[in-house]
């Protein structure tokens, strides 16, 4: 059984029509950002980076072998926050996200979704753990770029504060004016499920596949879609 037709159609309705502000996590339900630009690779590179500047210690086995670029950057972190190091580290991930943007797939009904959202008068922002410049770029490309700016918050240099941590949520919503209780995050990741609780925000997963709904749904995610479709249908239904 796929997620969308494991929710209630009433309970993903509610949770929509009450929401006046929707924050979108970016890589995932707006676009797929490593489609065809391999973050394995870019984790690979940032590894191998370290280790040709005599770092290779910086890291365990597993953090070397995760092959996820966000986890090397929380690594060296941990171990030399704020340093000059994670600033050129960051900096290399951001590079490489935006080369990574110009050929992004598309998620698909992201792009209807978020000018219906916004026609209707649905104030909208980007909270993401890339970089804002990353998501810019992509929105600007779409012609998106209107229904969110200025409100896109992303990865700073202060990498304690990326999601799950609720720094990103907590920033949009107060340069909304919004109350958390009138905002909805959409997410792929159990780190996007647990920012928006710690932040008091409704939550509504994305999951393109039984890879990625399994651990929305283990972290204790109750609304998860399978489909953005399912959410424009609700969107465009007459009020």
């Not at 700073?156 to 720094?167: D, G, I, V």
Request: charged fraction near 25%; proline fraction near 6%; glycine fraction near 6%.
């Amino acid at each position: 059984m796929t997620a969308e037709t494991e929710m209630e159609p009433n309970a993903l309705r509610d949770l929509i029509t009450r929401a006046r502000v929707v924050l979108w996590d970016f890589d995932g339900p707006i676009c797929r950002l490593f489609a065809r630009h391999s973050a394995e690779r870019v984790a690979r590179e940032l590894v191998e980076w370290l280790e040709g500047n005599g770092l290779h210690g910086l890291l365990t086995e597993k953090e070397r072998e995760s092959l996820d670029p966000h986890v090397v950057l929380r690594a060296v972190d941990r171990r030399h926050p704020g340093s000059d190091l994670v600033a050129e580290l960051e900096e290399r991930l951001t590079k490489e996200e935006l080369l990574a943007a110009a050929s992004a797939m598309p998620t698909a009904w992201a792009d209807p979704l978020i000018r219906t959202w916004a026609a209707r008068g649905v104030r909208l922002a980007i909270t993401t753990n890339n970089s804002p410049r990353v998501s810019r770029t992509y929105l600007e490309g779409r012609g998106l770029l209107a229904c969110f700016a200025p409100h896109i918050y992303g990865r700073t240099q202060e990498l304690h504060h990326l999601k799950p941590h609720p720094h990103c949520i907590n920033r949009a919503l107060n340069a909304l004016g919004a109350a958390p209780a009138s905002a909805l995050m959409i997410g792929d990741s159990p780190s996007d499920l647990h920012a928006a609780r710690s932040a008091g925000v409704s939550f509504l997963g994305y999951a393109r596949n039984e890879r990625k709904d399994k651990p929305l749904r283990e972290a204790g995610a109750e609304a998860v879609v399978g489909s953005l479709e399912a959410v424009l249908e609700v969107v465009r239904a007459p009020d």
